[in-house]
T-cell receptor, first 114, second 112 residues
Framework: SAVISQKPSRDICQRGTSLTIQCQVD?????MFWYRQQPGQSLTLIAT?????????ESGFVIDKFPISRPNLTFSTLTVSNMSPEDSSIYLC???????????FGEGSRLTVL | GQQVMQIPQYQHVQEGEDFTTYCNSS?????IQWYKQRPGGHPVFLIQ?????EVKKQKRLTFQFGEAKKNSSLHITATQTTDVGTYFC????????????FGTGTRLKVLA
């Protein structure tokens, strides 16, 4: 299993500003995933963060809007840049177990943009 | 693009009634996973099915993977208030290993 800590747990931000979300895992993992969950919706994969290389973004998400860092095997950050109210969502960090394929999630960061 | 749909979107049941959510993929899946997300919480893994036609049980929960590996179901017998939450199925994307696409989810409310 994996224990994932995310912060901040929630924040209220002004339009046009940027916020960085941190994700810390209690064990070394190859890949970390960032998901977005808009209010009342399902989870959408934003990108896969690989240590030592550029993140891989899914269709509809770009590096300029969601820059990701992965400095080591236990940590990653996701920045939501130049925020607008449409960015109000829960952002979730996730890792894959490596054996069963099970995904473990952090508690999520609930972002409200005014 | 690849899609995973679930029905129903919402379900309200009386405590003690049964509940079923259905998951349908636009593509054949190598496996399917199920997650439960309590209100205000994060998704928690329930189970993974791999084989065509596979059926697995966890106490009152029964999971099934279709013969064509494009659909799945989760059935809860005699629901309890602790079953409240949103149930998601998830399958591997066609674009990469270890990346999962989540279904649209079924939100279950259990009335005591």
């Amino acid at each position: 299993s994996a224990v994932i800590s995310q912060k901040p747990s929630r924040d209220i931000c002004q339009r046009g500003t940027s916020l960085t979300i941190q994700c810390q895992v209690d064990s070394q993992v190859t890949m970390m995933f960032w998901y977005r969950q808009q209010p009342g919706q399902s989870l959408t994969l934003i990108a896969t963060a690989n240590q030592g290389s550029e993140a891989t973004y899914e269709s509809g998400f770009v590096i300029d809007k969601f820059p990701i860092s992965r400095p080591n095997l236990t940590f990653s950050t996701l920045t939501v840049s130049n925020m607008s109210p449409e960015d109000s969502s829960i952002y979730l960090c996730s890792v894959e177990s490596g054996t069963s394929g099970e995904l473990f999630f952090g508690e999520g960061s609930r972002l409200t943009v005014l | 693009g690849q899609q995973v749909m679930q029905i129903p979107q919402y379900q309200h049941v009386q405590e003690g009634e049964d509940f079923t959510t259905y998951c349908n993929s636009s593509t054949t899946l190598s496996n399917i996973q199920w997650y439960k997300q309590r209100p205000g919480g994060h998704p928690v893994f329930l189970i993974q099915l791999v084989k065509s036609g596979e059926v697995k049980k966890q106490k009152r929960l029964t999971f099934q993977f279709g013969e064509a590996k494009k659909n799945s179901s989760l059935h809860i017998t005699a629901t309890q208030t602790t079953d409240v939450g949103t149930y998601f199925c998830a399958g591997p994307t066609t674009s990469g290993t270890y990346k999962y696409i989540f279904g649209t989810g079924t939100r279950l409310k259990v009335l005591a």
